[in-house]
């Protein structure tokens, strides 16, 4: 059903995963003003408006709506702009999370400190500003350690660390990849980690998804693989919603999609963190509608229009797989067979961020990766074997005569 009169949706950033967001705003009839900073961004081209602008132009982002007479404003699929979005919506009396609330959900130490005070169990963290610090950090923690920028996406400068000495290099790469310069060292926590998608609307907290993970090796932490539901208990699901609930309503969430990753320890559910978007690789907006029949995006895109969205639980759940399709490193000659594999019964999706001739190295962080498979099925074993079946159909040429690599 579209949207009556012509308004108009500000969706801040434009890359590949804004994309079906772009889309799912103009089949609703909406006109769309979408930014970037970066000209080549393959939203900007669908947009109605185009503006290149930088995500975090606080300043400029709010002139730029003021200017289009925006109705609306969002920030999904990824962390960067959500506390320019808040911002925007808040200064506009739009709907919004406010920016206090966008904060504490983007910045890592902000939200531990927030569970932390409302009696959320964390696992013992500090912040660090110079090496010293981190070197006093994970003394005091008791190593091994996490060290992450507290402010960081896709794993980027992420780092699993168990000997003392090798405190400063890591520090310094979380630093660099921190917008603020200011790095987190955490006590690691083990066990399966998990995500859950939910989705906050009228004073509700629902989880609609819940799945396990498969991790890269360390030193690096980056998601290979995920399927929904996640083989966990079922008190374990219970836990994951119960505390998900407690998140939101510690970090004052009021609305809009959310992605919280879980650890299952031995002890209980841990948080990760929270994010107040949708997960990105099209999880959000392809994945979990082809689960569910909940379109996430939709009801994100109406709530952002101040419409007052009824909440009906899904009819159907079907188990999902998101796999990234990793390739051993090499200079990319050749990709074939994805055309032919989208075609296999239950793949939602899937694609490759590189093209021949691009160079394939070492995977350090979610930006490494390749490819990316969204399928559904009837059961575990059933995503499996279609993410198989697709392995088997594409083919990767790279000058090392690499091929897929799989998720162990
Ligand atoms: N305290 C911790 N204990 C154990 N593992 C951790 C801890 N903190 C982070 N990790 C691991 O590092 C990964 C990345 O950390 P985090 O999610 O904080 O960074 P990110 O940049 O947001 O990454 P992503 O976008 O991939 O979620 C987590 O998914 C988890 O595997
Ligand atoms: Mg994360």
């Known amino acids: 059903m579209t949207i009556p009169s012509q308004r108009k949706l500000l969706i801040l950033t434009a890359g590949i995963w804004q994309v079906p967001v772009i889309r799912k705003a103009q089949a609703l009839g909406l006109e769309v003003v979408a930014t970037d900073a970066n000209p080549q961004a393959p939203g900007l081209r669908l947009a109605n408006h185009a503006e290149v602008i930088d995500s975090l132009d606080h300043d400029g982002m709010v002139e730029l709506a003021r200017r289009h007479r925006i109705d609306g ?238 909440w009906e639980s899904p009819a159907t759940t079907r188990c999902g797989i998101l796999e990234f399709l990793m390739l051993s490193p090499g200079i990319v000659n050749k990709i074939t067979g994805v055309e032919e594999a989208k075609r296999i019964a239950g793949v939602v999706d899937l694609g490759f961020l590189v093209k021949p001739g691009d160079r394939i190295g070492p995977a350090e962080n979610g930006a490494g990766r390749p490819g990316f498979l969204l399928a559904v099925g009837a059961s575990r074993g059933a995503v499996l074997g279609i993410a198989e079946e697709v392995r088997r159909t594409v083919r990767v040429e790279t000058t090392a005569g690499a091929q897929i690599t799989v998720a162990s």
């Open 73 to 310: 404003v969002i920030a999904e699929q990824t962390d960067v702009a959500v506390t320019t979005a808040a911002f925007v919506a808040e200064k506009l009396g739009l709907p919004g999370i406010g920016y206090e609330v966008a904060l504490a959900a983007t910045n890592k130490w902000l939200m531990r400190e927030k569970c932390r005070l409302a009696g959320i169990p964390v696992p013992k963290y500090r912040k660090a500003a110079t090496a010293d610090e981190a070197v006093a950090a994970a003394e005091a923690i008791g190593l091994p350690v996490v060290i992450k920028p507290v402010d960081g996406q896709a794993s980027r400068g992420v780092a699993k660390v168990w000997r003392r000495e090798e405190v400063p290099g890591w520090f310094a790469r979380a630093k660099a990849a921190s917008r603020e310069d200011a790095v987190l060292v955490e006590e690691m926590m083990t066990g399966v980690e998990s995500s859950a998608e939910g989705f906050v609307a009228q004073d509700q907290i629902h989880v609609l998804a819940i799945c396990d993970k498969t991790k890269c090796a360390p030193p690096y932490s980056f998601d290979l693989r995920l399927i929904y539901p996640g083989i966990f208990a079922e008190e374990v699901h219970r836990e994951i919603r119960s505390l998900n609930a407690r998140i939101v309503r510690a970090l004052g969430i009021s609305l809009g999609i959310t992605h919280a990753e879980y650890i299952v320890t031995p002890q209980g559910v841990r948080l990760l963190e929270i994010a107040a978007r949708g997960c990105g690789a099209r999880v959000a907006s392809d994945l979990i509608p082809a689960m569910t029949g909940v379109d996430l995006i939709e009801a994100r895109i109406r709530q952002a229009l101040g419409e007052g969205v009824r």
